[in-house]
């Protein structure tokens, strides 16, 4: 089985984890997802950039010692992922005995062949980048990252004699065209490499810095950040020894964003040079995620949490957003209304839509089973053709990293079949006997479709497009060359429409963008028959009426107790404003005592019913969290039994 090796940046411990690490990583799991999906034996990394100065400072502005920092934020970007269903094979930590041991070994090694010397240097240090930096790199007197001076700093230290492979690494750019992408990170590269390039500076005496890997020859000096994080790659792979060194850095590929492009695309492979090991097989550079056009970043304190946009659009959504909003390679704004509309447009409506719509129909006009085809029309071969030409376009800007346009091209084939339902018509097909095999033909070609579109929708929605595998009774289809051939839902499968895959959001305020409701949605106004199942309906939506139906009420809570024998059940006597009795599942979650005094929302006209013997008139509301549950309140005091509306 061919291998693959992807890794993400090592991410520094000074913060907290944001949208931007979030990018790198969402696109590095979207990435392993796919080459599996190839087939491919996958090995994917992330990690945490433990050593430094930046780290020393952070931990002394929290209070605590550096272990402990280091300890706590690591265990924030390891939990940070799964909610965002990134799943990596292997987590570094560069305070990992086994990682120091490593950086040790290579350190030696150069050193012993002579790259690494004792000299003095003077230069402009910026402490942000933890780097020296040369006057040509800065802008206005200042570092362009960070917008400060850097430091002027002489010091006795270690070096690696980078320059001794400026010609080679030239030389290895110019024939691996795909080596740095997109193209111009590689420009960008070589046109720094016209310049001399200087010996890195890769040391910090112990007088300045202690938290770091002391070297194994001069224990009076700890390595130099760079020296220590870009070997991750390597000590994850359990180098020197072992088969997963072998078997991965043949095919290793980083992402990475363009601020470390320079330790990525200089230092990194002219280290691995000097340690007489092949250079990385592609590094793959990204822009920024801008929030109102500046750089989000934890210094500047403008970043959004994952863990938050996952909690309102969910896992699936902020992925879909975020590689389909952003151009690999460069800039984005960010902006929740973007992501809003993205969602109820893009997922709600023209995917969900489409989803809902054609099992729905199955499940009325078919009993729920794949039909058979028949002889396709010129309009079923033409959805069936782009159907298939959309797989080899999503993987050739798959490969390319080009995911916003692998997306766009898996959406017009959402777009094709959302009108291809419009002009089909099987609502009217349906009415007449002597079209059951035509209705056949476009039901099977509807299914068709979506199984290939699940197919491109693991990688980037691996939650939703399980959902739809599942109702189209192809959960095990995991391999994009033996199930991206056309007519491979057998006829006569069970098929089960499952829940809504999108629910839609609502805007917060009126000021932001409507989501566009996309054409194919938008049926003809020539179509005089209702369709059975109605866009609204399908998508699971209510009409106001119905919604005026529900009697919600604000009801305090005047007494609670538990029920004998259950540990979910509390009895709770409410008043809204008449008293009433309401039984409530909310025992593991409140005790009664905490109850009584509050006010929440109820449900006031459900019909009664009996719960281990107790008669419920009505319901509590509450919001489900994972496994919590809380209550629901009004944000004010207000008369009791007010109507909810
Ligand atoms: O540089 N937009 O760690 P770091 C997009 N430890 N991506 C962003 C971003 C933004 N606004 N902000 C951060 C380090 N990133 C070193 C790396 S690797 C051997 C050592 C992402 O915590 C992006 O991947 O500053 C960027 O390269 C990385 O976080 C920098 O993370």
Same mark, same amino acid.
């Given at each position: 089985m061919t291998a693959y090796y992807l890794t993400t940046p090592i991410f520094y411990v000074n913060a907290q984890p944001h949208l931007g690490h979030a990018y790198s990583t969402v696109v590095a799991d979207a990435v392993c997802r796919y080459q599996r999906l190839l087939g491919k034996d996958v090995r994917f990394q992330t990690g945490t950039d433990e050593h430094g100065d930046k780290i020393v400072h952070a931990a002394e502005d929290a209070e605590v010692s550096v272990k402990e920092y280091v300890d706590t934020i690591s265990a924030l970007f390891r939990a940070a992922w799964p909610p965002l269903a990134i799943a990596p094979d292997t987590f570094v930590r560069t305070t990992d005995p086994a990682h120091m041991a490593v950086v040790q070994g290579i350190l030696q090694q150069v050193y012993d062949q002579g790259d690494i010397y004792f000299s003095e240097y003077t230069g402009l240090y910026c402490k942000g980048c933890e780097q020296f930096l040369t006057?040509?790199?800065?802008v206005d007197g200042k570092?362009?990252?960070?917008l400060t001076e850097p430091t002027k700093i002489s010091e006795q230290n270690y070096f690696f004699r980078m320059s001794k492979y400026q010609e080679w690494l030239i030389d290895h750019i110019n024939k691996h065209?795909?080596?740095?992408?997109?193209?111009r990170y590689r420009n960008e590269v070589l046109s720094f490499l016209k310049e001399p390039l200087e010996d890195l500076c890769i040391s910090r005496p112990t007088t300045r810095l202690t938290w770091g890997i002391p070297l194994p020859f001069d224990n009076r000096f700890v390595t130099y950040v760079w020296f220590d994080a870009l070997i991750n790659y390597l000590s994850g792979l359990?180098?020197?020894?072992?088969?997963d060194f072998a078997r991965y850095w043949p095919v290793a590929e980083h992402v990475i964003a363009k601020d470390i492009l320079k330790p990525h695309a200089i230092y990194w492979p002219t280290m691995l040079k000097a340690m007489g090991l092949e250079p990385y097989q592609r590094l793959h550079v990204h822009g920024y995620w801008n929030m109102n056009e500046t750089k989000m970043s934890k210094s500047l304190g403008n970043v959004v949490r994952p863990g938050e946009l996952v909690a309102e659009f969910g896992a699936d959504s902020v992925r879909y957003f975020l590689l389909r909003e952003m151009s690999f390679g460069l800039d984005a704004g960010f902006s929740k209304e973007a992501l809003m509309a993205r969602h109820n447009?893009?997922?709600?409506?023209?995917l969900g839509n489409l989803f809902s719509r054609s099992l729905t129909m199955v499940k009325n006009f078919a009993a729920s089973v794949v039909p058979q085809p028949s002889m396709p029309s010129a309009q079923d071969r033409e959805l069936a053709e782009a159907a298939l030409a959309m797989l080899g376009h999503y993987r050739e800007h798959l490969d390319n990293f080009a995911f916003h346009r692998a997306l766009a091209s898996v959406w017009e084939v959402i777009s094709r079949a959302n009108k291809y339902i419009v002009s089909t018509q099987p609502w009217e097909l349906?009415?007449?006997?002597?079209q059951t095999a035509q209705l056949g033909t476009v039901l099977y070609t509807l299914l068709e479709t979506l199984r290939l579109i699940t197919l491109t929708l693991h990688p980037i929605m691996p939650e939703t497009a399980a959902k739809m595998a599942e109702a189209l009774g192809v $959960?095990? +289809?995991?391999s994009l060359n033996d199930?991206?051939?056309?007519?491979?839902l057998v006829p006569g499968r069970a098929i089960t429409p499952g829940a809504q895959l999108f629910p839609r959001l609502q805007q917060e305020t009126k000021d932001q963008p409507q989501p566009q409701k996309s054409?194919?949605?938008?049926?003809?106004?020539?179509?005089?028959t209702p369709s059975p199942e109605p866009a609204a309906e399908a998508e699971g939506l209510i009409s106001f009426d119905a919604f005026q139906n529900l009697e919600l009420r604000v009801a305090e809570i005047v007494a609670a107790e538990k029920i004998a024998k259950s540990d979910r059940l509390l009895k709770l006597t409410v008043k809204a404003p008449e008293e009433r009795t309401i039984v409530a599942g909310i025992a593991q979650h409140y005790? $009664?005592? +905490?109850?009584?005094?509050r006010q929440v929302i109820i449900v006031a006209n459900l019909k009664p019913a009996k719960l281990m013997g107790v008669a419920s008139h009505g319901m509590v509301l509450a919001a489900k969290d994972g496994d919590r549950l809380v209550l629901s309140a009004v944000s004010g005091p207000v008369a009791n039994g007010s109507r909810v509306a």
């Open positions: 006057e040509k790199e800065l570092c362009p990252d960070h065209p795909e080596f740095i992408t997109p193209e359990n180098y020197p020894g072992g088969d447009s893009d997922l709600t409506n023209d349906v009415k007449d006997p002597q $959960p095990g +289809e995991t199930c991206g051939v056309w007519g491979r054409k194919a949605m938008k049926e003809p106004a020539s179509e005089k005790q $009664p005592e +905490e109850l009584v005094g």
